[in-house]
Structure formats: C-alpha cells, structure tokens
C-alpha cells in the first residue's frame, strides 16, 4: 500500500524565510499528489494538487510544490513566509479513491 | 452554500455511551469519508463511501459504524465509546470531473471520552 512521509514534524521560522516541507511517497507509477493545510482550529483546505504535467505545480497563497519522480518527491516550497502562514501541512496521495496522509508539519512562523 | 457541515461541532461524552456524528454535503458528491486526527498520526481513514448504501473500512474502522441512505449524508456512530476514540473527527466529500480529484472537508467535530 502507498505511504507518505513527511519529514519535517516542526519547522519554526521567522517572517520572510524561506520554507520547503518535504515529502516523499512509497513508490511509484501513476500518482495524484497534494498538499493540504489547516489553520489553527480550521480544517483542511487544498493549496495546491499534481496530477499530470509541468512537474512545478503553483498554488494558493503564493506556495508552491515539486513533483521529482525520480525520488518519489513532492516538496511544498514558499520563498518569504508570513505570520499567517502557521499552519499544519499535510502531503496526500490518492490510492484507489482514497487519500493516504502524511503525518504532517506544524509549521510556526514568528514576526 | 453550505457545502459540508458536521455536528455537533463539540461533544463530550463517558465510556460506554453510544456517539453519532453527523455528515451533510450540499453538493451531491458520490464519496464521501470520515477521518479521525490524532496528534503524530495525521488523517487516518476511519470509513468511506461511494455512493448511497455503498460504504468500506478504511485504516482504522474498529469500534465505528457507518450508513449512507441519502447520498447527501453520511454519519458515524461509535457504538460503544472508548477513551482512545477521543479526537478530531473530519468527513470530507470528493468532487471528480474531467481532471479534477479533491476532497473538501468539513469543519470536524472534536470528541471527548471521558
């Protein structure tokens, strides 16, 4: 079965840091990969989703994701963070309908 | 507009006592899903379902019932509650359509056994 692994449990950072969350999946083939996040005591919204084509996927609030076959990887990246961006973050991977989750990231960004 | 909404949002409730949670969806989805969010576990998939009176057990469907009369509910009953089902509990609904595969979730509802 597929697994995801988020590496990352907690990332602390200061405004304006750059952030990149790894993420890695079980193997490979065919796959439909995305990045979720939930606001403090908020559920899960999508920030962005692969499914085919251009490997750099852009999504909302200025984030952005990778997808590197090669290494089973699909790592959120964010060149300047804001306060509001602390967050949980969640990879996905959809196997047979549903999503298998990472752990996730708890990401906390200071002024 | 609703989309999906759970309920109750909070619950508290002892050993042994019998919990639904609700599921509603305004959209229509055929599947629908319950997760459970527990600290250092992520979303673990509790049941889902692809349509009305079509459900499954996804990673962790111990102690947990589920039905699908209506395409636009979905809800989870503990039959018999346990300390160690205290948690988030999060239904999400999936849209697909050409090149599009997403869930929305709800809101959750957050449970307490005591």
């Known amino acids: 079965a597929q697994s995801v692994s988020q590496h990352n449990h907690h990332v602390i950072l200061s405004e304006a840091a750059s952030l990149e969350l790894g993420c890695n999946y079980s193997?490979?083939?065919?796959?439909?990969l995305f990045w979720y996040v939930q606001y403090p005591g908020q559920h899960l919204q999508l920030l962005l989703k692969?499914?085919?084509?251009?490997?750099l996927v852009k999504g909302i609030k200025g984030f952005e994701a990778e997808f590197i076959k090669s290494k089973f990887s699909f790592n959120l990246r964010k060149p300047s963070v804001q306060w509001s961006d602390t967050a949980e973050y969640f990879c996905?991977?959809?196997?047979?309908?549903?999503?298998?989750f990472g752990t996730g990231t708890r990401l906390q960004v200071f002024p | 507009d609703a989309g999906i909404t759970q309920s109750p949002r909070y619950k508290i409730t002892e050993t042994g006592r019998q919990v639904t949670l609700m599921c509603h969806q305004t959209?229509?989805?055929?599947?629908m899903f319950w997760y459970r969010q527990d600290l250092g576990h992520g979303l673990r998939l509790i049941y889902y379902?692809?349509?009305?009176?079509?459900?499954d057990k996804g990673e962790v469907p111990d102690g947990y019932v589920v039905s699908r009369s209506k395409t636009e509910n979905f809800p989870l009953t503990l039959e018999s509650a346990t300390r160690s089902q205290t948690s988030v509990y999060f239904c999400?609904?999936?849209?697909?359509?050409?090149?599009?595969?997403?869930?929305?979730f709800g809101p959750g509802t957050r449970l307490t056994v005591l």
């Open positions: 692969y499914f085919s084509g251009d490997p």
């Open positions: 379902s692809a349509a009305a009176d079509i459900t």
């Open positions: 193997y490979g083939g065919t796959v439909n």
């Open positions: 959209w229509s989805h055929s599947y």
């Open positions: 999400a609904s999936r849209a697909t359509s050409g090149n599009t595969d997403t869930q929305y």
């Open positions: 996905a991977v959809i196997e047979t309908d549903k999503l298998i």
